[in-house]
Nanobody, 123 residues
Framework: LHLMESGGGLVQPGGSLRLSCAASGFTLNDQTVGWFRRAPGKEPEGVSCISKSGGSTDYVDSVYGRFSVGRDYTEDAVYLQMNNLRVEDTALYYC?????????????????WGQGTQVTVSS
């Protein structure tokens, strides 16, 4: 079972990126998926989550109104649309799967992790 993130890169403050999470070995459409990030020298932080049913989404306060999580059912992927990016959003972003119907911001409650994709916001 593998998760693969894509879509990271270098962007100027105020710019946008769209991260995507895909899986091999299982179907993401049936899973609760979280997005986490880890900035240098900081603890991992839960950024966003979409529940198994897709009916519930969560966001950390610092990204609320700027980031949007959703599903691409055709591609069996979960995306994280990031708008109005700030320098402090710079981090390695991971997607993770929790074997549960509900979201959580606690990384130890997730069972499968991708390798991460780097997001750098800089002028």
């Amino acid at each position: 079972l593998h998760l693969m993130e894509s879509g990271g890169g270098l962007v100027q403050p105020g710019g946008s990126l769209r991260l995507s999470c895909a899986a091999s070995g299982f179907t993401l459409n049936d899973q609760t998926v979280g997005w986490f990030r880890r900035a240098p020298g900081k603890e991992p932080e839960g950024v966003s989550c979409i529940s198994k049913s897709g009916g519930s989404t969560d966001y950390v306060d610092s990204v609320y109104g700027r980031f949007s999580v959703g599903r691409d059912y055709t591609e069996d992927a979960v995306y994280l649309q990031m708008n109005n990016l700030r320098v402090e959003d710079t981090a390695l972003y991971y997607c993770a799967v929790r074997i549960s119907s509900t979201c959580s911001a606690e990384n130890h409650l997730y069972h499968y992790w991708g390798q991460g994709t780097q997001v750098t916001v800089s002028s």
